[in-house]
């Protein structure tokens, strides 16, 4: 059983900032596995960032050099700092977790950029 729980969302003006949290709970996993995806209305679910093997972070295009990834692992917890915030931006920000050949997902958590 594996549960992920995301938090942090909200609204913001374009140009503000907000830190994303997602904390994993359950049976013994890889955060290293873990990731951050969203999805826009009228949009598929798109990878935002994520880790790859031996600690590489991956991340979409639209949003490099404005989005970081992290993670505390005492905490079993997995962060997405995002910066310089655009409306392009909104969208429901989803953890994600590869494990065991299949993927876990949190509720999600809302982003809204607007002025």
């Known amino acids: 059983q594996v549960q992920l729980v995301e938090s942090g969302g909200g609204w913001v003006q374009p140009g503000g900032s907000l830190r994303l949290s997602c904390a994993a709970s359950g049976t013994i996993f890889s955060i290293n596995d873990m990731g951050w995806y969203r999805q826009a209305p009228g949009k598929q679910r798109e990878l935002v960032a994520g880790?790859?093997?031996?600690?590489?972070?991956n991340y979409a295009d639209s949003v490099k050099g404005r989005f970081t990834i992290s993670k505390d692992i005492t905490k079993n917890t997995v962060y997405l700092q995002m910066n310089s915030l655009k409306p392009e931006d909104t969208a429901v920000y989803y953890c994600?977790?590869?494990?065991?050949?299949?993927?876990?997902w949190g509720q999600g958590t809302q982003v809204t950029v607007s002025s």
């Open positions: 994600n977790l590869q494990a065991w050949g299949r993927n876990y």
């Open positions: 880790f790859i093997s031996g600690g590489t972070t």
